[in-house]
């Protein structure tokens, strides 16, 4: 038994992305997005997996609702389609597709379940992906007057926003090595793309803060780096990939400052930025989310464009994604937030494991027990966070549904509810019920031994 509590307001919750979950991306006068174009081009997905259906969260969301109300979450963090709001990603609103997220809400707060609204996770209107997307100067005033949209509309109702989900995956992904939609493959993109995703967040929280009354922040998703051995070499190699995967976006929006190994890694295609923009990327914001799933054992190699290769660990548990269970390193990346960053209130906005499942058992039953181990162990590393100091406010399972793994497809499954792709039944993993309880004891269950 440990002596750590979570906080008495600790929020818990389940999290879920728009393109993901909701399918019908077209309907009601949305305009299409980069992820529908990517998918329906053949080979970029696994097995040409599509959004078209997804889990179809958008004709079933007050099912899912009753859902989240039946396991007893008080939070869940989804995210809005802009070119459902914006077909055309600018200019005309779109209300059908601004009452579908309005429902939503109401229907949220019904359940006493508070919503966490993210502004952008990865579904580029393509009107503006063909106006040159994160790579045009002008995404920030576009990316502004969306977040005005939807402040208009929402805030009030809504309290959390986010403005971006993980810009490190949508440049790194999407422009640098091309495994994400829009798929490009340029070093000289990939900066640019990052930078005008920081200053589309600071101009997004600029407007808020004019007609806001609540709280906006970044999620970011940061990864520990640890060296392979006591090597110059690899102690190098790790100052890298900490500072193209954890500093790259948090330094400019809180400290105001890109870390200089960028420039190391990028070479003549990390441009000087001028110090306007800078200043528009820093904004106060009211909390951080941090996105957590695994470290990476680094060690210096030849390897584009960061010289730094990850060493797989003989002894270490892997999950479906070729990802290390590694606890530990939440409570260090944690701790190295607060030390670096001062101390801002920070939520978890994911954490969760894609496992092999079994079937659907006679009776309804998913036995899950691997991936309830993972959650019961971060979840205790969190805990030891709080316990040193970190301001952790909640919690959001990464996911609440099997949902499309992006280019994996429907083949990894993260979801603590399984779905039926055949059929839409949703059926709550053994991992769903343990969360339960975590839940209704507001975390002091994590130390029971799991049956
Ligand atoms: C993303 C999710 C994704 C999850 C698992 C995060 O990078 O925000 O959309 O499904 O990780 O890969």
Known sequence: ??????????????????????????????????????????????????????????????DDVRLMRDLGLQAYRFSVAWARILPEGTGRVNQAGLDFYSRLVDELLANDIEPLVTLFHWDLPSALDDRGGWLNRDIAGWFADYGRVLFGALDGRVKKWVTLNEPWVVSDGGYLHGVLAPGHRNKYEAPIASHNLMRAHGAAVQAYREVGKHEIGLVVNIE?????????????????????????????????????????????????????DMALIRQKLDFIGINYYTRSVTRDQDSYPLNAGAVKQPLGTYTETGWEVFPQGMVDLLVWAKDRYGNIPTYITENGAAFFDAPVAEGGRVRDPLRTDYLQKHLRAIREAIALGCDIRGYMVWSLLDNLEWSHGYSKRFGIVHVNYGTQERTPKDSARWYTKVIASNGASVDEPLP
Request: with cysteine; charged share 20%; glycine share 8%.
């Open 1 to 62: 038994m440990s002596n750590h509590v979570f906080p008495p307001n600790f929020l818990w919750g389940a999290a879920t992305a728009a393109h993901q979950i909701e399918g019908s991306p077209l309907a009601d006068g949305a305009g299409p997005n980069i992820w529908t174009r990517f998918a329906h081009t053949p080979g970029n997905v696994h097995n040409n997996d599509t959004g078209d259906v997804a889990c179809d969260h958008y004709r079933r969301w007050k």
């Open 224 to 276: 520990p780096k640890y060296p392979h051995s006591d090597s110059a070499g690899d102690a190098a190699a790790v100052k890298r990939a900490h500072a193209y995967m954890n500093e790259q976006y948090l330094d400019p929006a809180l400290l105001g400052t890109y870390p200089q190994e960028l420039k190391e890694i990028f070479g003549d295609a990390w441009p000087e930025w001028p110090a306007d």
